[in-house]
């Protein structure tokens, strides 16, 4: 598993990370058991030459890779920066496509293969461990791609590389031409084959697989698929693949699987890039059930409805989650769970509730759930309600001002002030609540277009140890946010009453 997330990953609009943040993830990928990091470009930028250097000075198990041009200044660049590493390896790369050579470089066939052939020995008279990439090898004609690779190993490349740059390939094809090319290609005994795939298509990781089904036996590939354009295949994906259907393949990989999930969480956080929630593996709902059919299946067999276990892939559990498309096998065994066992009449008295209470809200919790067995259903909606807000910003600082109905309807008003609105509202809300929470993200999105659009803000927050989520909805973005906090902040509340509440009826 070569993994390219401080490489190619960063080169994702807007997820440049600094070199302590680097430092960081890669400590995270040697602790998943990748094989090789690729830790940057470092003759593109100092901060990716100082990653690097940090990296190597740290950093020992897995090999560490840095990238550069066929061009003497980029190789050199990249075996100072490995200086330190204990298990350095230079990846060299040229574009070898005819649409490549004749538009970007200006270079001929066989310009190119000098250049490749220059930039292979030079980076061995640094290093042992060379690999080799013949960028846009997927539109690159199959008989020049065999001769270069050849060239390649003979001027002592021990990795080839073969990158579908604009993710264009399919599975089929990728796969015959790892048959062929291995089969072809002098030398190729000497060589580890690898693919590096890109997600254009929504192909990178059914390629990646049909790769080592020809023959790879490297991959490239990102944490949560991140990378240029659509992204590169994701590791995550391929590892649980490689487990989950590894007869099939007769390969795997060294991952240590239940490290996935913390990886993954991790990059998030430090480039504010969150995956979305039907994401395979990680995505929030991976492991997460709402339809009844479903949840009545994993009721009785989990493997009705799951083809690995959360637990594997570092997530606590599989999470049914009560909604409007639940049904009765899933509330009643939630139920159970919480201490309640109904007769029959009373649990369709509250399972009738609870659908009526999912016309309103989109997920029923457990303090919910309670609410509704204790026979008063308007306070599963109680709690503080938005009265006034405002918000005003100079540019420098901003100012909100906030009022709510607590839960007895006594207006409460505050007024804080942060850096940005958004904060000072959150600051302004905590002080009117008495609720601190800590903001782990926050999204805003638009719902509808034109004269329709509205906000719709969603909040996920630690408080007292668990982890908690809101929504809030409205025209005005500002508002939606407020509402999203408050729709959190009852929620925390209504749990911490609920055992309360619970214990006085039973
Ligand atoms: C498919 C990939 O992922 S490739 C890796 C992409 N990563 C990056 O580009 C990293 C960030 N890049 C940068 O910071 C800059 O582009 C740099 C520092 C690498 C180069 O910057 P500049 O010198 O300003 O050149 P610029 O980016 O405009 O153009 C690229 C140059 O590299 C040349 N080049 C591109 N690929 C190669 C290669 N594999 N081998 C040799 N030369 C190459 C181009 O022909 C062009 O040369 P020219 O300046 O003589 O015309
Ligand atoms: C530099 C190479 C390996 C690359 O990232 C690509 O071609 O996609
Ligand atoms: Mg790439």
């Not at 598993?1 to 995270?28: H, I, N, W, Y």
């Not at 409805?305 to 999470?319: K, L, N, T």
């Not at 407020?482 to 911490?496: C, F, K, P, S, T």
Request: charged letters at 25%; glycine letters at 8%; one cysteine or more.
């Amino acid at each position: 598993m070569f993994d390219t997330t401080l490489r190619d990953g960063e080169q994702s609009p807007g997820c440049s990370l600094r070199p302590a943040q680097k430092l960081v993830m890669a400590r995270a990928l040697a602790e998943l058991g990748v094989d090789v990091i690729e830790t940057g470009f470092p003759a593109s930028s100092a901060s990716d030459m100082e990653a690097t250097r940090l990296i190597a000075a740290e950093i020992q198990r897995p090999s560490l890779c840095a990238l550069s041009r066929c061009a003497p200044g980029d190789i050199e660049a990249a075996a100072k920066a490995l200086e330190k590493a204990r298990r350095p390896r230079i990846h060299v790369f040229i574009s070898t496509s005819p649409l490549h050579r004749e538009h970007k470089l200006g270079l001929s066939r066989q310009q190119v293969l000098e250049r490749a052939i220059e930039g292979v020995r030079l980076a061995r008279r640094y290093v042992e461990d060379v690999e080799f990439s013949a960028e846009d090898a997927l539109r690159t004609e199959e008989d020049f791609l065999v001769e270069v690779f050849s060239e390649a190993i003979a001027a002592g490349a021990r990795t080839i590389n073969v990158p579908d740059t604009v993710g264009y390939t399919t599975p089929e094809e990728i796969r015959g031409l790892f048959q062929r090319l291995i089969a072809g290609v002098r030398g190729a005994g000497q060589a580890v084959f690898s693919a590096h795939c890109h997600d254009d298509l929504g192909l990178a990781v059914a390629n990646s697989l049909a790769a080592i089904e020809g023959g790879a036996r490297q991959v490239e590939c990102t944490i949560n698929g991140i990378g240029e354009r659509a992204g590169n295949a994701a590791l995550e994906e391929i590892v649980m693949a490689l487990k989950v259907r590894g007869a099939r393949y007769g390969t795997g990989t060294g991952i240590d699987t239940r490290a996935l999930l913390p990886a993954s969480r991790l990059l998030s956080r430090l480039t504010g890039m969150t995956v979305q929630r039907n994401k395979a593996v990680v995505g929030a709902n991976a492991f997460a059930h709402e339809a009844g059919i479903h949840q009545h299946g994993m009721l009785r067999n989990r493997n009705t409805y799951e083809i690995m276990r959360p637990e594997d892939v570092g997530w606590p559990a599989s999470q049914m989650v009560l909604g409007r498309h639940s049904g009765r096998h899933a509330v009643n065994d939630r139920l159970r769970a919480l201490g309640f066992v109904l007769e029959e009449f009373e649990f369709e008295r509250v399972f009738a509730a609870f659908k009526k209470l999912c016309d309103h809200q989109r997920l029923v919790r457990d303090a919910d759930l309670q609410v509704l067995v204790t026979g008063d259903p308007d306070a599963a909606g109680r709690g503080y309600r938005l009265a006034a807000l405002s918000v005003s910003d100079s540019g420098k600082r901003a100012r909100a001002h906030v009022e709510l109905s607590d839960p007895e309807g006594h207006l409460v008003a505050e007024i804080a002030e942060a850096d940005g609105p958004v904060a000072a509202l959150f600051e302004a809300m905590t002080r009117a609540t008495g609720v601190p929470m800590q903001l782990e993200s926050y999204q805003v999105h638009s719902i509808g277009i034109g004269a329709d659009a509205r906000g719709e803000a969603s909040l996920s927050v630690r408080c007292e140890g668990a982890e908690h989520t809101g929504v809030g909805t409205s025209r005005d973005i500002i508002e939606a946010s407020a509402l999203a906090w408050l729709d959190v902040a009852n929620r925390i509340l209504r749990q911490r009453e609920a055992p309360a509440t619970y214990a006085a009826t039973a």
